[in-house]
């Protein structure tokens, strides 16, 4: 069983900056995917961005342009930075690891493993 963790949220203002990390119990390179899916309070969860194993990175409309998704080798962690935060993006952030295989009959079996998530609050 894959594990994630994510670490990096807290209290920042509006207009602020934060860098969310996610690690996982096996190489963050491995996964066809990787990506953030947050979930504002009485909201249901949304995407945020991801990455893909080859490292093309796609993002919601409302974060393109303030978010960046990166993964790095050496410390086998996913990040999320985030900047000009506002209150809209107070949330609880989760790490997504997606992982594809082609079974004995050449079907696709597909695993999807979360993050216990982590609080971002953006007020002042």
């Known amino acids: 069983q894959v594990q994630l963790v994510e670490s990096g949220g807290g209290l920042v203002q509006p207009g602020g900056s934060l860098t969310l990390s996610c690690t996982a119990s096996?190489?963050?390179?491995?996964?066809?995917?990787m990506a953030w899916y947050r979930q504002p309070p009485g909201a249901q969860r949304e995407f945020v961005a991801s990455?893909?194993?080859?490292?093309?990175?796609a993002y919601a409309d409302s974060v393109r342009g303030r978010f960046a998704i990166s993964k790095d080798r050496a410390e086998n962690t996913l990040y999320l930075q985030m900047i000009s935060l506002n209150s809209d993006d107070t949330a609880v952030y989760y790490c997504?690891?997606?992982?594809?295989?082609?079974?004995?009959?050449?079907?696709?079996?597909?695993?999807?493993?979360w993050g216990q998530g982590t609080l971002v609050t953006v007020s002042s």
């Open positions: 997504n690891a997606h992982e594809e295989y082609i079974g004995v009959e050449l079907e696709t079996i597909a695993y999807d493993y």
């Open positions: 990455i893909t194993s080859g490292g093309t990175a």
């Open positions: 096996k190489s963050v390179f491995s996964f066809n995917t």
